[in-house]
Nanobody, 117 residues
Framework: QVRLVESGGGLVKPGGSLELSCAAS????????MSWFRQSPGKKHEMVGY????????AYSDSVQGRFTISRDNARNTLFLQMNSLTPEDTAVYYC??????????RGQGTQVTVSS
């Protein structure tokens, strides 16, 4: 059974940082590209970025480029999202996905990130 469990969300002030984690199980993690998406109330989901199975390649949306970093630890079956210089516009539920499509059948339950003073 595939399981993706995000953690690390919370309330942070503008300009602050957070690191999200995603613990994966039930599939061959080190063979899968992984991605982070986010969704704010009333808005369509947005891809934050993705990382290839080896971690050698990453890509980010323009809105987070230079502020967010995706990494992975294949030995621990864990995906990370380091978020710096957060703004209120980054407030959303963040999802870990196996693959690079929102429509993937393997998506975590999400973790709330709120950026507010």
């Amino acid at each position: 059974q595939v399981r993706l469990v995000e953690s690390g969300g919370g309330l942070v002030k503008p300009g602050g940082s957070l690191e999200l984690s995603c613990a994966a199980s039930g599939f061959t993690f080190d063979s899968a590209s992984m991605s982070w998406f986010r969704q704010s109330p009333g808005k369509k989901h947005e891809m934050v970025g993705y990382i290839t199975s080896t971690g050698m390649e990453t890509a980010y949306s323009d809105s987070v480029q230079g502020r967010f970093t995706i990494s992975r630890d294949n030995a621990r079956n864990t995906l990370f999202l380091q978020m710096n210089s957060l703004t209120p516009e980054d407030t959303a539920v963040y999802y870990c996905i196996a693959g690079i499509a929102w429509e993937s059948p393997y998506r975590g339950q999400g973790t709330q990130v709120t950026v507010s003073s």
